[in-house]
């Protein structure tokens, strides 16, 4: 509870030990300092003002007192109701909060915790007004803790934006590279692909390399038979990047998109194609591995024939409105030979009904993609979070580790130098190889300068307030601490009932009043307490084995204290009672999901020595199948059920056990007997 011990200066050089070195401190607090600088706050005067006498502390379980002239704070946690959980903390002045914060998260000693773990290893020496606060923005803009990330805190995806659905055929292409490939007698080793974005019509040029000269000659190739598109987009490799690329474009009068860094879903549709191409050639190419340039085209028929999920007609059929004569169709037509007779179409009739044909497929082919962009969306978006950057925004960006492609993380800060639509951003990056790049949301992150997010941010003018102490509360602090340790035994029920509105307030009105009728119509299932059954009792039959003895377990005060309550508990409500049986088992205490603590007897010497009952149970996977038709399911908590179930005179004498401060035995079915 001294001041001098948590405030006092003290440098300490870095210790270097073999293998070791620890941290040392260098924090310019001194006991004046403190003193002086604590009178001059203006936002601790409530905080003085509210200050009670040293020998009125033990009366109050949060107030404000001065100890050797340093204000101190007294904290206890909610429920408890000993003197030692009692925390003595120093009110620090907002001069010093930020070392405090410094030395609380970013040491080396303090682990760059969370806003949570942080906060709770202040609470225990220091304290200030508004300090939760101010830990969660002393954490949040922690350079380290941004770049390295934690596992619970994934960039949300941003609502996926749909490409444009059919314009008209080749007017849009996407372009990229596949290989290197297996080399060919001709030397070839790689693909250029493009897929017009409308059809999906796929095309796939074998090349000896990727040069920007060989790419754009396979670009004319393509031109040449389906006509100048209206935009390109490819990714940022640098043969798409180059001045000679940007030049015949210019020259095509094709206006060149590029597609997010790293970010291949940008051209999903020709990635998707890269994967079919590739379980195509990689199943070709175990009987022609040296060939399978020359059979490429007969890849891409098949290829092209094939009906598209999103569509629903191949991409040949969108493109010359007709079924292409393949092996199939070649099949049908040599075994209908004999009865079908050649027909003659007039050429007026045969044009306008293609034409109509033509315009049904793309009207039917429209609605399809658009339906089924519309499914995919409303999947992707359940996780999706809409966000959005400004020009001059700081941001971190995923990019790949240098010198291995297969690891990314987070670099930066750099600034937004441009949006470009709803997902696309240009950042400035000046300390990489390229000075910007487009960056898709997905990939940034919001950066917090610590210059940004000042502790305890002044106030433009300050009021002095006085505050008596009747006035004062631990509320007024704005101030919660995590105290799972200290909660009771005792089930919240009635409380859960006083506020039951509140805990229905997600459901529709009709839905609130029925079942908050249904549970006032049944008020004695919902005690705080549990009852007993009158319909059986359970036994412990241990035959005819001398008793079991054994001492309680050790425990530290804090576990100690936790089963004084809850033995207490037992005794109130009839459920233990004082014992005098040569059996005893020993205590101790389970942690449980939510942070509280299952108290238990360790009866495994009992357990070895009692009849097992044979009786089945019933298999999880059974419960699961009667049910899983069901379109609605309730699920009822069970309030303590092994205490439900009295016990047999013999088996209450069997279930004796000892804590360091009692002896008792169960009058009801204790957790952890065999057959309970």
Not at 126 to 142: E, R, Y
Request: glycine residues 4%.
């Amino acid at each position: 509870m001294c001041a001098d011990n948590a405030v006092n200066a003290k440098e300490v050089s870095t210790v270097k030990v073999e293998g070791c070195a620890l941290p040392g401190f260098d924090l310019p607090i001194g006991k004046p300092m403190l003193i002086e600088a604590q009178r001059a706050d203006q936002t601790l005067t409530h905080c003085v003002e509210a200050a009670v006498e040293l020998t009125d502390l033990s009366e109050h379980p949060v107030a404000y007192y001065f100890e050797d002239d340093v204000l101190m704070r007294k904290w206890s946690p909610r429920h408890a109701n000993y003197d030692w959980s009692a925390v003595f903390q120093v009110v620090v002045p907002k001069p010093y909060r930020e070392q405090v914060l410094r030395v609380a998260h970013d040491h080396e000693l303090s682990g760059h915790f969370g806003i949570r773990k942080t906060y709770d290893h202040l609470m225990k020496h220091f304290f200030w007004p508004s300090m939760k606060s101010d830990v969660a923005k002393f954490c949040k803009s922690c350079h380290a803790c941004q770049i390295a990330g934690k596992p619970n805190q994934v960039v949300p995806p941003a609502p996926l934006k749909p490409i444009p659905v059919l314009g008209e055929p080749f007017e849009r292409i996407m372009i990229d590279c596949v290989g290197p490939l297996p080399k060919t007698k001709s030397g070839n080793s790689y693909l250029v692909t493009l897929m017009c974005v409308s059809t999906r019509f796929p095309e796939a040029i074998p090349l000896r390399s990727l040069k920007a000269h060989a790419i754009i000659k396979a670009i004319v190739k393509f031109c040449t038979t389906f006509g100048m598109p209206k935009y390109i987009q490819s990714d940022q490799g640098t043969n798409f990047m180059s001045k000679v690329f940007a030049k015949v474009m210019k020259q095509l009068n094709i206006k060149h998109q590029v597609s997010s860094a790293y970010h291949p879903q940008s051209q999903g549709a020709i990635e998707r194609f890269h994967q079919t191409l590739k379980s195509i050639l990689r199943t070709f190419c175990v009987e022609h591995e040296k060939e399978w340039d020359e059979h490429i085209p007969l890849l891409l028929f098949a290829v092209r024939n094939t009906t598209q999920a999103s569509l629903g007609f191949s991409p040949s059929e969108l493109i010359f409105g007709h079924t292409v004569r393949g092996p199939l169709k070649i099949l049908q037509e040599q075994i209908l030979s004999s009865s079908c007779s050649a027909s003659t179409t007039n050429v007026l009739d045969y044009v306008s009904a293609f034409r109509d044909r033509l315009h049904t497929v793309w009207k039917l082919a429209k609605q399809s993609l658009n339906s089924v962009q519309s499914q995919m969306k409303s999947r992707y978006d359940q996780k999706a979070v809409p966000r959005s950057f400004q020009t001059g925004d700081k941001v971190l960006i995923l990019l790949p580790v240098t010198g291995s492609a297969l690891q990314a993380k987070f670099t930066g800060p750099y600034s937004i130098k441009e949006k470009l639509g709803d997902t696309d951003y240009v950042v400035d990056t000046p300390d990489r190889r390229r000075k910007s790049r487009v960056c898709h949301i997905n990939m940034l992150k919001a950066y917090v300068s610590r210059s940004d997010s000042e502790v305890s941010m002044p106030v433009a003018t300050v009021v002095p307030v006085t505050v008596s102490l009747s006035d004062y509360s631990p509320e007024s602090d704005d101030l919660k601490m995590n105290s799972a340790s200290f909660l009771s035994a005792r089930l919240p029920n009635s409380e859960t009932l006083l506020n039951l509105s509140e805990k229905l307030s997600h459901l529709p009105v009709s839905a609130q009043v029925d079942i908050s009728s249904l549970i006032n119509k049944y008020p004695t299932l919902f005690n705080d307490f549990p009852s007993t059954t009158h319909v059986i009792e359970h036994d412990i039959d241990v035959g005819s084995h001398a008793p079991v003895k054994q001492n309680a377990y050790r425990v530290n005060p804090v576990k100690r204290e936790l089963m004084k309550q809850e033995t207490l508990y037992l005794l109130e409500h009839n459920l233990a009672v004082p014992s005098s049986s040569p059996w005893c088992s020993p205590c101790l205490l389970v942690p449980k999901p939510d942070g509280t603590s299952r108290f238990c007897t360790d009866y495994r010497k009992v357990n070895a020595l009692t009849k097992a009952d044979s009786f089945p149970l019933p298999r999880m996977e059974d419960c699961v199948d009667r049910v899983g038709n069901a379109k609605f399911m309730t699920k009822l908590d069970l309030l303590k059920g092994y205490w439900q179930v009295p016990l047999t005179e013999q088996g209450c004498e069997i279930s004796a056990f000892a804590t360091p401060d009692v002896f008792l035995q169960y009058r009801v079915m204790a957790f952890g007997l065999r057959n309970a």
